[in-house]
């Protein structure tokens, strides 16, 4: 099976009046379709940098990403990119919410529109469809967040930390949701974080970064040896704490 992403011998530097600041130096690693790989490192070593690059909103200057073997051109629609805050507009109902990433590109077709009353209804906000989102809990403004990216049906899907802004105990449902809702959709998926935990808990494979400027330190596949594995599920098994071990020094030895 071929990779459905490759990031190869990727750099980049940010320029201004004061100088150069090297942000990442030298990634490369592949991405396996229906694989979520989970990126964690040092605070402002360059993960959002990283996904900013996949998602065509930064250009590399050394290196190549490609896509099914085909360079990555910038805004690709093949991509959808879920970021910290939900960026719901409040004068929009939660359906003209779920619907804004079909209506800037001028998609909203029938077939497209059944698509979204199918996800609000398996993703239980149907009965919230009129509703602003001020009326909903963080943990449903996330999931209203995930349909409107969907609805656009990307072939990957770009997660920089979308747990981030929630109490620890919301974190976990809402992340224990969205991975379902992935491995349902069979959707791949990079998820940049900093919480090891949830790395481990929602990867197939975890890459570590270094401090900036950020390089592969390691790359750990994660198998918890469960028959029914969910995020939440996945935080009792044996081999969690070796794992969260693991990751844990590496990040400690390059930090």
Same mark, same amino acid.
């Given at each position: 099976m071929n990779p459905l992403l490759e990031v190869k011998d990727v750099s980049l530097s940010y320029h201004s009046l004061s100088g150069e600041t090297a942000a990442l130096s030298h990634i490369s690693f592949d991405l396996m379709p229906q694989e979520f790989l989970a990126i964690v490192g040092p605070s402002g070593c360059g993960k959002s940098t990283l996904l900013n690059l996949i998602c065509g909103l930064l250009r590399a200057e050394q290196g190549t990403i490609l896509?099914?073997?085909?360079? &990555?051109?910038?805004?690709?629609?093949?991509?959808?990119?879920?970021?910290?805050?939900?960026?719901?507009?409040?004068?929009?109902?939660?359906?003209?919410?779920v619907l804004l990433g079909l209506e800037i590109r001028g998609e909203l077709t029938k077939e497209k529109l059944s698509y979204v009353d199918e996800l609000l209804k398996l993703y239980e906000l149907d009965k919230f469809r009129n509703s602003r989102p001020s009326q909903l809990s963080g943990g449903m403004r996330q999931r209203a967040a995930l349909i409107r990216t969907l609805a656009l049906k990307p072939d990957l899907l770009l997660l920089d930390e979308p747990f981030s802004a929630l109490d620890?105990?919301?974190? &976990?449902?809402?992340?224990?949701?969205i991975g379902k809702i992935l491995k349902k959709q069979k959707k791949p998926a990079i998820l940049v974080t900093h919480d090891i935990s949830e790395a481990i808990s929602m990867a197939d494979r975890v890459l570590i970064l270094s401090r900036r400027p950020a390089s592969v330190v390691k790359i750990v596949p994660i198998d918890l040896d469960m028959e029914e594995r969910t995020p939440l599920a996945s935080r009792n098994a044996p081999a969690f704490k070796s794992y969260f071990t693991l990751i844990w020094k590496e990040l400690n030895q390059n930090a």
């Open positions: 896509m099914d073997g085909k360079p &990555l051109t910038g805004g690709s629609s093949r991509i959808g990119y879920m970021l910290q805050k939900d960026h719901l507009l409040e004068w929009r109902s939660v359906y003209r919410n620890y105990q919301t974190r &976990l449902n809402v992340s224990d949701d």
